[in-house]
């Protein structure tokens, strides 16, 4: 059976094309991995008041993390970092302190940005987070695409083939990944 990968998207936006290029990896992923969106946007706002007795939609976040054998985070950047909306699942589902969902899961960053830069700030942030959470992470290759306002045509399939073609080996070295690092 393949590998389970929860899918989190640090956008909210309709329209997001972190949103499409996460529905264009699911739709490209090798046969080992199995990708499944892991939604925020019902995500309440994380309070430590909380931690004994946590709102459902933090709960069913929680448990969907905590069943996944990977993490696959596909985020823009906002203001050189990661988005406060990727950061708050993040957090909400690394408590308690001691009883973290992202422990030991191998994950992946891809960050995507209609600019040049292709989300660097964003994706390094991220991985700050990832070192703390005990998550190995893939390294090579980096994924940091930028000239996503031009990436996708109209039914959501990228347009440039040289684009398509990294994200397939990057998938790739992923379920190597993934196999490698998983937990027992
Ligand atoms: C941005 N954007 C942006 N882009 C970037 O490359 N570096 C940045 O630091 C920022 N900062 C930033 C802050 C805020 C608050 C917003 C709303 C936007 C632009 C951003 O990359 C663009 O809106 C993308 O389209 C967002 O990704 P989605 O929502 O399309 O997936």
Do not use: C
């Not at 972190?18 to 990896?25: G, I, P, Q, T, V």
């Not at 589902?93 to 891809?110: E, H």
């Not at 600019?115 to 994924?143: C, K, W, Y």
């Amino acid at each position: 059976t393949p590998y389970r990968v929860a899918v989190v998207v640090g956008s909210l936006r309709k329209d997001s094309i972190n949103r499409k290029l996460a529905l264009a990896l699911a739709a490209m992923a090798p046969p080992g991995l199995k990708l499944e969106m892991a939604e925020i946007g019902a995500l309440p706002l994380y309070n430590q008041d909380d931690d004994a007795s946590p709102p459902p939609p933090s709960v069913a976040f929680k448990q969907q993390i905590q069943a996944a054998d990977a993490v696959l985070f596909v985020t823009p950047e906002y203001n050189r970092s990661v988005p406060g909306v990727l950061k708050n699942a993040i957090d909400i589902a690394s408590r308690p302190y001691g009883q973290s969902a992202w422990s030991g899961k191998p994950a992946a960053v891809v960050s995507l940005s209609p600019g040049a830069i292709g989300g660097f700030g964003a994706n390094h942030h991220l991985r700050q987070s990832l070192v703390f959470l005990d998550m190995p992470t893939l390294q090579q290759p980096e994924a940091y695409l930028g000239g996503g306002g031009d990436l996708f045509d109209d039914a959501g399939a990228i347009k440039k083939p040289d684009t398509q073609a990294f994200l397939e080996k990057f998938m790739a070295a992923f379920e190597q990944w993934v196999e490698q690092n998983k937990t027992a």
